[in-house]
């Protein structure tokens, strides 16, 4: 396979842009030829509705895609990146970002290549001109995409950790990098035959299935990337490595209800699984039946077979005119005297067999006189015995472990258990922390804004968009999504067949959506526990704001993000609910009648173009910026508009930090009112 870059080069003095083919084999040539030293090593993640991000490069750089996608432009150059997609581009050019539909996560590698002499030359207007060719910009997809996030992520890793030895570490693992990626552009390296391929998963899966193997666990240990096993188990078994384990798991489960006496909890445990729920569903979805029920018909049978007036059994008696009377219970016969057995639609010759057999049975039983018949008794009612005080002790287990209800919502009804313990959660974070309720995981873009305002501790991060794999290693008995997550990761079936998974709204005013989440977990007295003492915190700071503040002072909420984004709130978020809502105080006419009252009820502010601002400024400002954004904040301060505003003027405008209320959760809205408070008051 031979590629070719398309390397843009534009002179300082003339702004000539020239294109210069170039082939891999010569790039390799070229990096034979550079010492590299790495400059910087970056994670960075934009989301939905973010303006351009852009990047005026001071060294080399390749960028990674992890999830997401957005619309790139380098220089002239413009393309689409999604996830796995790589971009390399030169010292001096300028990058720009745009998240697409969904947040964008992306590694950035800054890095300079040392060059002992120039190796490209080419005449312009007879002059010879010298240029680097690793300065190229090239988009490509790795055919491997696994082994270079695995590459780049330990990267960054001894990036953030760093030693007297890193600078030394970061060129051997950059070279690394840039020989895994070449030689995967060159050809795909597949280790043995894709026969011994899957006989060795499925070896390898035998021997472990009790244990958490995952793909990339049997990828690394047999050389190959996740998808590459993945493709190939399924093309060869007809199931993915995934279904196969819990096939086998469901197997081996079956096979310990009909033979043991363990209970759902130890089988369950037995097999791989720590939540006896999660394996019970499991169970029921391979078989048809749960657990309790498949051991309690396996036990019928047996029964049945030693029951001597089973007819079906019978050689002397035709099954075809024996038949129960349906509302006859197992043994009601011995207590209860005469039941009618049979039905009377029964021939005679039917009926003569069936008294000639009971008559044999009778006279035998007989023979072996009164010491038998007691050990007989004993010795029948034993197993019965055993057997239902199992049935009983497994019907607790699975009842305690398994109650469930119908919850409402989007997307149907949806059976989920009473009192979830294994929660996954994309957006809920805080939400469930406040109820003291931690979740098994949470989406990239909620914890890395979290991380600072509440305790994350032990919350995975599920990836942008959420990743399907990682959730079903959890083994989640719940999932709460918003439906914003759905569409990147595969729609609603893809997380339902994991887990129970129900998708709510976001209400945007904390106690709704604790309280909505409180229900969804079982948590109705600590719910209440919380709004009461969030209502006892609004009606504490609303007198002391209302003491300092007219009745007809107006307000408005402005957030400036760059210069051409402006935005109006609502009584929703940014301290809106508090503001309008809450504490009563009164939007400014124009922000009532447009942003309140006039745009669409899924949205949550109004986009505004610089000129009109006065039209929307109250006789106070809330101004929500983020630290980001200073050089727009003050670009906008320092125009004529901006000081010719009353509140200016009057010292009316008031700071907030963008990111201290980006979010709603009870955790933020606590803490949000407070700072509401402070800041309104301190001028006063």
Known sequence: MRMIIVYNYRNSISGYRGVYALSWEDQVQHWNQVSATVLDIRHKVLWEGQDWLSYSLPANIFLLVVSGSAYMRVDEQKCYIKRNHLIHAGKGGVVDILPAKQEVSFYLIYYKANWPMSTVQWVEDGRKKKEQPLRAFYHVIPPEPNVIHNQVRRMHEEWRHPCVLVQIRMRAMLFEFVHELFSQLEHVKENGSSSDLVANALRY??????????????????????????????????????????????EQARQYLMTTKLTLREIAVAIGYSDVYYFSRLYKKQYGVSPLISRKREFDNQTQ????????????VPTRLLSYNQNVIENDYQDEGEIELISKKHSTASMTALVMLCLSLLVSACQGGNSNTDVQRQGSQAPQSTNTADSASAGNDAESASETRMYK?????????????????AYHLGHMLALGERPLGAATYILQYSESAMDTTGVKDLGAPLSLELIADLEPDLIILIEAYLEPSGGYDAFNKIAPTVVIEVNQDPVKDIRLIGDLLGKGEETEQW??????????????????????????????????????????NMGGNILYSYWGLKPQEKVLSDVINGIDDESSYLDISEEVIPEFVGDHLILATAPDADESVNHLMNSGLWRNLDAVKNNRVYRINFDQFLFNDPISAMKQVDILADVLTAKR
């Open 305 to 316: 077979q030693l029951n001597p007036l089973n007819p079906s059994l019978s050689s002397i």
């Open 409 to 425: 919502h989007k997307y149907g009804e949806t059976e989920i258990p009473k009192s979830p313990t294994r929660v996954v959660t």
């Open 531 to 572: 709004v009461s003492q969030y209502e006892d915190k609004i009606a504490q700071t609303k007198e002391r704001v209302r003491g300092v503040f007219g009745p007809d002072e107006t307000f408005t909420i402005l957030n400036v993000r760059s210069e051409k984004i402006r935005m109006i709130y609502r009584d929703r």
């Open 205 to 250: 899966i035998h021997e472990h299935y009790t244990e958490a193997v995952t793909m990339n666990q049997l990828a690394d240990l047999l050389g190959c990337s996740s998808s590459y096993m993945y493709r190939l188990f399924k093309a060869e078994i007809g199931k993915s490595p995934n279904e196969y384990i819990i096939g086998i798991r469901m």
